[in-house]
């Protein structure tokens, strides 16, 4: 039997890690930010988000989500640079299209742009199962780790071409595009499960930005587009061949 008093007592005379501190201070005034933000947003339907976001974007550690050299802004109400000239989303920019969507648990959803992962997270938060496209694979490949990392395995990430969506794992009852797109992608449409829902950043017409659109298709398979609110987002990128 090995009952070495020496050993146990060993954790106690090295000196303790630094704690990793969890910023749970900055992402609770995050949130109140983002309610401010939506309260006063010239878009009524973002003027109350749904409490399930708001708790979600207060449990999602956003500061591991973006580089060291931007981690103490990563709770300011501004996009961030994530690398490969591509940025990550302001919090009420998030709130908003995550509101907007209008998830529940459960819900089988398609991410096109996973970037840093963050977006992702928060819908795994939310207990949606999430599909997610980056097209930059390195990119892909470190939001993958990270969310494994930090718990939220289940999403699964595809480095590829969003455009066409994940035909293999659809239909899906949400779709969350994060690129602005010149227009609405039909294989998006067309794996959309009906009474399903997507929100995606659409090139505005005549000007410089996109406008972001809810599109909802009935029972019947109707499609129906709703223009909301301007937006700024990194172009939706085609592969070539
Ligand atoms: N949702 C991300 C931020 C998205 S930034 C987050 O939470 O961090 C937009 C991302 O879309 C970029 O990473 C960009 O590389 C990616 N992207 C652009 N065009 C794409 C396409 N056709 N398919 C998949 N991803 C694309």
């Not at 973002?46 to 956003?62: E, G």
């Not at 990550?88 to 648990?105: E, G, N, Y």
Request: aromatic share 4%; glycine share 10%; net charge positive.
């Amino acid at each position: 039997m090995m009952r070495a008093a020496g050993v146990l007592l060993a954790p106690f005379v090295v000196a303790a890690p630094a704690p990793v501190p969890d910023r749970a201070a900055e992402r609770a005034a995050m949130v109140l930010e983002i309610e401010n933000l939506a309260a006063t947003a010239g878009c009524v339907e973002v003027r109350r988000i749904d409490r399930s976001v708001l708790t979600a974007m207060r449990a999602v550690p956003r500061h591991l989500f973006v580089p060291q050299a931007v981690r103490a802004s990563a709770y300011r109400s501004e996009p961030l640079p994530i690398g490969h000239a591509q940025t990550i989303s302001q919090p009420f920019i998030v709130a908003a299209m995550t509101h907007l969507l209008q998830v529940a648990p459960g819900q089988r959803i398609l991410e096109i742009g996973t970037g840093s992962g963050y977006q992702a997270a928060v819908l795994g938060q939310m207990g949606a199962e999430v599909r997610t496209i980056e097209i930059v694979e390195p990119l892909a490949r470190e939001a993958a780790e990270r969310l494994r990392t930090l718990g939220y395995g289940k999403v699964r990430v595809r480095a590829g071409d969003g455009y066409a969506g994940w035909p293999e794992e659809a239909p899906f009852d949400r779709i969350i595009v994060t690129a602005g797109a010149p227009h609405l992608p039909q294989p998006l449409v067309d794996q959309l499960k009906p009474g399903g829902r997507m929100v995606i950043p659409i090139a505005a017409r005549g000007g410089g930005g996109e406008e972001l659109v809810i599109v909802t298709k009935d029972r019947r398979g109707r499609v129906r587009k709703r223009a909301l609110l301007p937006v700024r987002f990194v172009p939706l990128t085609r592969s070539r061949g």
